[in-house]
């Protein structure tokens, strides 16, 4: 019986973001539906784990990591979780319902998740290797690494989840078939030598993939110049992340870095995703009203420890700026999108 595969998604991807451009809508709120609603009561049960990684740190009404306190300027919160879950959907509906690009064969990988977040990818690619088990096939096993003990407690037989902090020393006990890392930026010290340990943990002709958005908004009709708040506002990120240390503008030298840390077969895939729904076409509107809701969520979740840890911005300075972004986010007449990079690579065999 030949090995069942999963490779690269079936969804439509550019290499040259300038070689299409998405049509706006000549009348962008038709088809509208109710406003999507969090539900920040829905909690995912955590395992059982020591008060040292569960006594998260609370600040500015939104709760952060406790283990290796301050690596990580994100909140673990319930409303986090709630956009990490709908920032998942996103991806996959760029895909056309793939969960990766890669190919991968699911019927007997090792699989490690780096930054797994809430696990839902880890959760839905063991799931997918689960229905591929045979007695001759025994199917993957995922295990996702995170610094918040945030996951479910029931997953898949073949889902496991482990707190550790990927710049730390890494001490894995066999290596692995694929290593996937989405929206690493700005979490990241030094990408060579994430790079070198993720080639060092790969089986021969093993696959790594990294997914991750370009710091920045941009529009083929140069509607971008009238969302002065929202350019502001990429830029500030970018900034705070080189104050932190951790790059977040790093999305463009990932395939360089991937093929100089030994690599081949390197590809970037690129994807345009709508800010709103302006977009004509149906599968972008789809995406631009999802994408709308991820990044007014996104703007608290992006800005509050990093505006005022690092660049010691008063945090009412902070929600009166944000409320400016938030106008252009929903400006219709905008019509901007962002840009998510696929980049992935296989271990020589």
Request: charged fraction near 25%.
């Amino acid at each position: 019986m030949a090995a069942p595969t999963y490779s690269t998604a079936q969804a439509e991807h550019f290499h040259d973001p300038t070689s299409f451009q998405i049509v706006p809508d000549e009348n962008p709120h038709s088809g509208d539906e109710p406003d999507f609603v969090t539900d920040p009561d829905n909690a995912s049960s955590t395992q059982s784990l020591s008060s040292s990684v569960v006594n998260y740190q609370y600040e500015n009404g939104r709760r952060y990591h406790a283990y290796r306190e301050g690596e990580y300027l994100i909140p673990n919160d319930d409303r986090e979780q709630e956009r990490l879950q709908l920032h998942h959907h996103i991806c996959t509906l760029a895909l056309g319902g793939g969960l990766f690009c890669s190919p991968v064969d699911l019927s007997s990988a090792e699989v490690l998740d780096l930054g797994t977040g809430t696990g839902v990818w880890a959760i839905e690619v063991a799931e997918k290797a689960a229905s591929l088990f045979f007695f001759e096939y025994p199917g993957a096993s995922v295990t996702g690494t995170d610094l918040s003990p945030i996951q479910p407690r029931w997953v898949s037989f073949n889902c496991f989840f482990e707190v550790k902090d990927f710049e730390s020393q890494w001490e894995f006990t066999k290596p692995f078939d694929f290593i996937h890392c989405r929206n690493l930026g700005g979490s990241v010290r030094d990408f060579h030598v994430l790079f070198e340990r993720i080639f060092n943990n790969l089986n021969l002709g093993g696959w790594v993939e990294m997914a991750d958005f370009e710091p920045g908004f941009w529009s083929d009709d140069n509607t971008i110049q009238n969302a002065p708040y929202l350019k502001e506002w990429a830029r500030l990120q970018v900034e705070t992340a080189y104050r932190f240390g951790k790059r977040l503008d790093a999305t463009r030298s990932l395939k360089q870095w991937m093929i100089d840390a030994g690599f081949q077969n390197v590809t970037e895939e690129l994807y345009k995703i709508p800010l709103n729904p302006w977009p004509k076409d149906p599968h972008y509107k789809e995406l631009g009203r999802y994408h709308q809701l991820n990044m007014i969520e996104a703007l608290q979740s992006y800005s509050l420890a990093g505006f005022t840890r690092v660049l010691e911005w008063p945090a009412e300075e902070v929600q009166a700026f944000l409320a400016e972004v938030r106008k252009e986010i929903m400006d219709r007449k905008l019509h901007i999108y962002t840009k998510f990079y696929w980049v992935y690579g296989q271990k020589p065999e």
